[in-house]
């Protein structure tokens, strides 16, 4: 039968851990309404003892969210305790959550404690959360370094003094799954009454196996898995639970158990907590990074225009994202190529296409992101109806504080490359005085501009500029190119081209 696995959200204690994350009240507040609408069915709200802050943010939060159980955690101290309930008392559904090291080394190097009088502790603290609510959860802390006898005898203390969760972290991400599992699978049979109780992992990620691990315990028989959105928390995080929930979805063939998640939601809760802590989501994170849905090599995205199940596992609508994306780039081929241009308006087939394919595949090769606004400047250049009579083939200049600008452009006419070389008051009117020599035609240069067709570093630049014979009609030319320069250039000989073909000097072909 299908199992309802609980999910038991911790961004706001465990995830606030996070070194450099501090989260008022009211963006708790934010962040837990989120959560709640994203259905999960336990909020750790924070640490009530840890200070007031985060004893206010729980208050509010066991205040105002409802449908979803509020949990406070604490230490085994009846202080901790006693101040988790004053914070949780107006949850519609509170939980207290004790907890206590049982491996030897938090044992004799951190709580100086023997294994009897941590038995004790625990024992105590259960019941002291018991008298406030019925529902406790107590965690046995670095549960996955302790010694299974010991363990197995503290769990059994708990669930005797009442706990109704039963909860084996793997603090310091120790556990590898298989490993991990069985030990699952053996507190499962040895501690008596955990039939009775929800078996929980709470799972870090210190060696990248946070969600093999709580997948691995679920499979073992773990009903519950706590985690973080986004994977936030202590050193590299818990377990990312939008990771788990996806898997445990998309592989339901393997695991046959469901979550009350709202999938569609995970998105927009993952937005909501990396801007309000201030911790970017990496770019190739698993369901909600930039690139979960997006695809840059063109056999891919041919793939996924033929049929998205080609290359998604996930459709990206079931977790909040509107579509998957084809990113264009050097890796990009024409279905792709062709596909953006049409939604762009361009319908572009044969040597059009083919032609703008290859000024596209040359500036990828100098440009990150390839924009729309990329994109529409080379499409209009190409169908830019001017035949071209002279050709930028290189250019080199010389310029800098203490050098006169020097330029040397080698111009294509037909197969004949032309070279000629001039100096000028700056670099671009080298630039023109070095294609007058070639084209035997001297130009004035009116007016020079650019523009930035594109954001950023490796923004292409437009250069607009416009030219006179002897005063005559002006003719406008235009270049584009990430060097200024180049495009300076190359603006400036297409000027020149249009005043060859409208003064009927040249005929071409366009
Ligand atoms: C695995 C986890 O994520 S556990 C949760 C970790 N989260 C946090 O620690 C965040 C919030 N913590 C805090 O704000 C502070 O640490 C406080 C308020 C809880 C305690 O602060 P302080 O009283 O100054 O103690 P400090 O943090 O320096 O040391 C922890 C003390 O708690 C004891 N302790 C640790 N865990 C437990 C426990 N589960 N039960 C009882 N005592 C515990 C330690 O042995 C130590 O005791 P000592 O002072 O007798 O040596
Ligand atoms: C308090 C417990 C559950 C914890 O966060 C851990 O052991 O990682
Ligand atoms: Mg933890």
């Known amino acids: ?49 840890a200070s007031p802050g985060d004893f206010e943010a729980v208050r509010a939060i066991a205040r105002e969210v409802r449908g979803v159980t509020v949990a406070g955690l604490a230490r085994t101290s009846f202080h901790d305790i006693d101040r988790a309930w004053e914070a949780l008392r107006e949850a519609e559904q509170p939980r207290i959550h004790t907890f206590i090291a049982t491996s030897d080394i938090h044992l004799q190097h951190k709580l100086r404690m023997s294994r009897e009088q941590v038995i004790e502790a ?7 959360a018991k008298g406030y609510v019925s529902d406790v959860e107590f965690s046995a802390e670095d549960a996955s370094r302790s010694e299974p006898d010991f363990l197995c005898r503290v769990l059994e203390t708990a669930i005797a003094a009442g706990a109704t969760v039963i909860n084996i972290p793997d603090t310091v991400g120790y556990a590898v799954p298989g490993e991990f599992a069985r030990f699952i699978g053996e507190i499962r049979q040895r501690v008596a009454g955990m039939e009775k109780v929800v078996l929980s992992v709470h799972c870090h990620d210190d060696l990248g196996l946070a969600v093999a691990n709580s997948l691995a ?30 898997a445990l979805y998309t592989r339901r063939d393997q695991f046959d158990c469901t979550t009350g998640v ?54 990206p609508k079931m977790v909040g994202i509107s579509q998957s994306s084809l990113v264009l780039g050097k890796h990009s081929g024409r279905h792709a190529f062709r596909d953006r241009l049409a939604e762009l308006g361009y319908d572009l087939s044969g040597d059009e296409l083919n032609k703008a394919f290859g000024r596209f595949k040359n500036l990828a090769d100098k440009k990150k992101d390839i924009t729309d606004a990329d994109l529409e400047a080379i499409v209009e250049d190409e169908l830019r109806p001017v035949p071209v009579t002279y050709g930028l083939d290189y250019l080199h200049i010389s310029s800098g504080t203490t050098v006169v600008p020097t ?6 006419k037909g197969d004949e490359l032309l070279e000629e070389a001039a100096c000028g008051n700056g670099p671009v009117d080298a630039i023109c005085r070095a294609v007058d020599k070639v084209t035997g035609v001297p130009c004035t240069l009116v007016s020079w501009g650019i523009n930035a067709v594109t954001a950023g570093k490796d923004a292409i630049g437009e250069v607009t500029l416009k030219i006179t014979e002897n005063g005559g009609k002006p003719y406008i030319g235009r270049g584009i190119s990430t060097d200024i320069l ?22 071409g072909e366009n």
């Not at 201030?278 to 056999?299: C, D, L, R, S, W």
């Open 407 to 412: 330029a040397t452009v080698g111009l294509k």
């Open 217 to 246: 315990a679920v499979a073992a028989g773990a009903g519950q898995v706590e985690g973080a959105i986004n994977g936030i928390g202590e050193r590299a995080g818990n377990v990312s639970l939008e990771e788990v929930v996806m």
């Open 262 to 315: 709202h999938t569609e939601e995970i998105y927009r809760t993952s937005r909501l907590v990396s801007n309000l802590t201030g911790m970017p989501v990496q770019p190739n994170k698993a369901v909600v990074g930039k690139n979960a849905f997006a695809h840059e090599a063109g056999i891919h995205q041919d793939g996924v225009l033929k049929e998205r199940t080609t290359y998604e596992i996930m459709n």
């Open 1 to 49: 039968m299908t199992r309802r696995i609980y999910i038991f959200d911790t961004t706001l204690r465990d995830g606030e851990q996070s070194p450099g994350v501090s989260l008022n009240t009211g963006e708790k507040l934010q962040i837990a309404r989120q959560l709640a609408r994203l259905g999960v069915d336990v909020i750790e709200a924070g640490f009530p003892v």
């Open 486 to 507: 180049e495009a300076s250039a190359k603006a400036y000989v297409n000027a020149v081209n249009k005043l060859l073909w409208e003064t009927g000097r040249v005929k």
């Open 122 to 128: 625990a024992a105590a603290a259960v019941r002291r």
